[in-house]
Protein backbone atom coordinates (compact mmCIF):
# COMPACT_ATOMS: atom_id res chain seq x y z
CA UNK A 1 0.00 0.00 0.00
CA UNK A 2 3.10 2.00 0.63
CA UNK A 3 5.04 3.51 -2.16
CA UNK A 4 7.79 5.46 -2.03
CA UNK A 5 8.50 6.84 -5.66
CA UNK A 6 12.12 8.56 -6.39
CA UNK A 7 12.77 10.74 -9.74
CA UNK A 8 15.53 13.00 -10.81
CA UNK A 9 18.65 10.98 -11.84
CA UNK A 10 20.07 10.98 -14.61
CA UNK A 11 23.17 11.59 -16.39
CA UNK A 12 25.65 14.70 -15.12
CA UNK A 13 28.96 16.33 -16.24
CA UNK A 14 31.68 16.01 -12.89
CA UNK A 15 30.88 19.21 -10.97
CA UNK A 16 27.45 19.37 -12.31
CA UNK A 17 23.76 19.43 -10.50
CA UNK A 18 21.19 17.13 -9.62
CA UNK A 19 17.91 16.98 -7.25
CA UNK A 20 16.26 13.89 -6.50
CA UNK A 21 12.69 13.63 -4.91
CA UNK A 22 11.32 10.57 -3.02
CA UNK A 23 7.47 11.10 -2.67
CA UNK A 24 5.41 8.92 -0.37
CA UNK A 25 2.31 7.68 -0.86
CA UNK A 26 -0.27 5.42 0.45
CA UNK A 27 -1.32 4.83 4.09
CA UNK A 28 1.95 5.17 5.49
CA UNK A 29 2.14 6.29 9.19
CA UNK A 30 3.55 9.07 10.79
CA UNK A 31 7.21 9.73 9.27
CA UNK A 32 10.34 10.17 11.57
CA UNK A 33 13.80 9.93 9.97
CA UNK A 34 14.15 9.78 6.11
CA UNK A 35 16.91 9.70 4.49
CA UNK A 36 18.94 8.42 1.05
CA UNK A 37 21.27 5.68 0.61
CA UNK A 38 23.52 4.83 -2.73
CA UNK A 39 24.92 1.70 -4.31
CA UNK A 40 27.93 2.43 -7.03
CA UNK A 41 28.87 -0.71 -9.64
CA UNK A 42 30.12 -3.36 -7.33
CA UNK A 43 30.20 -2.13 -3.78
CA UNK A 44 27.90 -2.28 -1.09
CA UNK A 45 25.19 -0.35 0.23
CA UNK A 46 26.25 2.60 1.63
CA UNK A 47 24.19 5.78 3.98
CA UNK A 48 24.60 9.09 2.44
CA UNK A 49 22.44 11.31 4.43
CA UNK A 50 19.03 12.03 6.61
CA UNK A 51 17.01 14.45 8.05
CA UNK A 52 14.43 13.87 11.37
CA UNK A 53 11.07 15.05 11.50
CA UNK A 54 12.50 18.02 13.32
CA UNK A 55 15.00 18.71 10.88
CA UNK A 56 17.98 17.28 11.76
CA UNK A 57 20.40 16.82 9.53
CA UNK A 58 22.97 13.79 9.09
CA UNK A 59 25.72 13.20 6.12
CA UNK A 60 28.15 10.92 5.33
CA UNK A 61 32.00 12.73 4.97
CA UNK A 62 32.39 12.31 1.61
CA UNK A 63 29.11 14.50 0.36
CA UNK A 64 29.20 17.21 2.96
CA UNK A 65 29.42 20.65 2.11
CA UNK A 66 27.74 19.30 -1.42
CA UNK A 67 24.92 17.37 -0.89
CA UNK A 68 21.66 19.11 1.31
CA UNK A 69 18.72 16.85 2.52
CA UNK A 70 15.79 18.17 3.17
CA UNK A 71 12.04 17.48 3.44
CA UNK A 72 8.55 18.71 3.20
CA UNK A 73 6.33 17.14 5.52
CA UNK A 74 2.95 18.47 4.17
CA UNK A 75 4.15 16.69 0.60
CA UNK A 76 5.79 13.62 2.64
CA UNK A 77 8.62 14.70 0.53
CA UNK A 78 12.27 13.72 0.69
CA UNK A 79 15.30 15.45 -1.51
CA UNK A 80 18.37 15.70 -1.71
CA UNK A 81 20.42 18.53 -3.99
CA UNK A 82 23.51 17.16 -4.79
CA UNK A 83 26.01 19.81 -6.07
CA UNK A 84 29.70 19.47 -6.86
CA UNK A 85 29.08 16.07 -8.46
CA UNK A 86 32.08 13.76 -8.24
CA UNK A 87 32.40 10.64 -10.46
CA UNK A 88 32.56 8.23 -7.42
CA UNK A 89 29.37 9.30 -6.97
CA UNK A 90 27.86 7.19 -9.69
CA UNK A 91 25.23 5.37 -7.95
CA UNK A 92 21.87 4.27 -7.78
CA UNK A 93 20.51 6.44 -5.26
CA UNK A 94 17.73 4.57 -2.22
CA UNK A 95 15.10 6.52 -0.46
CA UNK A 96 14.34 5.24 3.11
CA UNK A 97 11.46 6.18 5.12
CA UNK A 98 10.77 5.29 9.48
CA UNK A 99 7.66 5.82 10.69
CA UNK A 100 7.41 6.37 14.60
CA UNK A 101 5.97 3.08 14.18
CA UNK A 102 8.59 1.44 13.53
CA UNK A 103 8.27 0.14 9.91
CA UNK A 104 10.77 1.22 7.27
CA UNK A 105 10.17 1.78 3.60
CA UNK A 106 12.58 1.39 0.52
CA UNK A 107 12.05 3.21 -3.07
CA UNK A 108 12.92 1.40 -5.95
CA UNK A 109 16.10 3.82 -6.78
CA UNK A 110 17.62 6.54 -9.32
CA UNK A 111 20.33 6.03 -11.13
CA UNK A 112 22.86 9.13 -10.99
CA UNK A 113 26.03 8.95 -13.26
CA UNK A 114 28.36 11.66 -13.08
CA UNK A 115 30.64 11.21 -16.05
CA UNK A 116 32.60 12.91 -18.75
Known amino acids: QVQLVESGGGLVQPGGSLRLSCAAS????????MGWYRQAPGKEREFVADISSGGTTVYTESVKGRFTVSRDNAKKTLYLQMSSLKPEDTAVYYC??????????WGQGTLVTVSS
Open 96 to 105: NVNTYRSLKY
Open 26 to 33: GSISSINV
